[in-house]
């Protein structure tokens, strides 16, 4: 078991074997090699389904891809497993922008900066 903490400071066990599909996809992910790193970061999440990190990194894939809708996805499973993690906020706020969703984009934007401010 690996542990971690989110930015809202809670602790997070991960397994081990977890944590190494999520290494070898992120590496994956840096090389531009995004269908190889979706398929570790779903290995990362069938070992750990409340994995919220790996959901995360999972929608960066699709959304680089220009799969912004399975990104949305990703991204909405990620919040509901760490709704304090102002990254994914963001993340997802960019990928509304990219489809039209203005309004929607703006509020996961003011809710990103609302967290990382502490409020």
Same mark, same amino acid.
């Given at each position: 078991?690996?542990?971690?903490?989110?930015?809202?400071?809670?602790?997070?066990?991960?397994?081990?074997?977890?944590?190494?599909?999520?290494?070898?996809?992120?590496?994956?992910?840096?090389?531009? /090699?995004? !269908? =190889? #790193?979706?398929?570790? @970061?779903?290995? +990362?999440?069938?070992? $750990? %389904?409340?994995? *919220?990190?790996? &959901?995360?990194?999972?929608?960066?894939?699709?959304?680089?891809?220009? /799969?912004? !809708? =399975? #990104?949305?996805?990703? @991204?909405?499973? +990620?919040?509901?497993? $760490? %709704?304090?993690? *102002?990254?994914? &906020?963001?993340?997802?706020?960019?990928?509304?922008?990219?489809?039209? /969703?203005?309004? =929607? #984009?703006?509020?996961?934007?003011?809710? +990103?900066?609302?967290?990382?401010?502490?409020?």
């Amino acid at each position: 078991m690996i542990t971690a903490k989110t930015n809202q400071g809670v602790t997070v066990v991960v397994p081990k074997e977890a944590e190494l599909e999520f290494l070898m996809a992120t590496e994956l992910m840096h090389q531009k /090699k995004y !269908d =190889d #790193a979706i398929k570790y @970061y779903k290995k +990362a999440i069938a070992i $750990d %389904p409340e994995y *919220s990190l790996a &959901w995360h990194y999972k929608g960066n894939c699709y959304d680089d891809m220009g /799969k912004h !809708d =399975d #990104a949305c996805r990703a @991204y909405d499973m +990620a919040l509901k497993l $760490d %709704p304090y993690h *102002s990254d994914t &906020w963001y993340n997802k706020s960019i990928t509304l922008n990219k489809i039209g /969703k203005t309004a =929607d #984009a703006k509020s996961h934007a003011d809710t +990103a900066i609302n967290l990382e401010l502490g409020r």
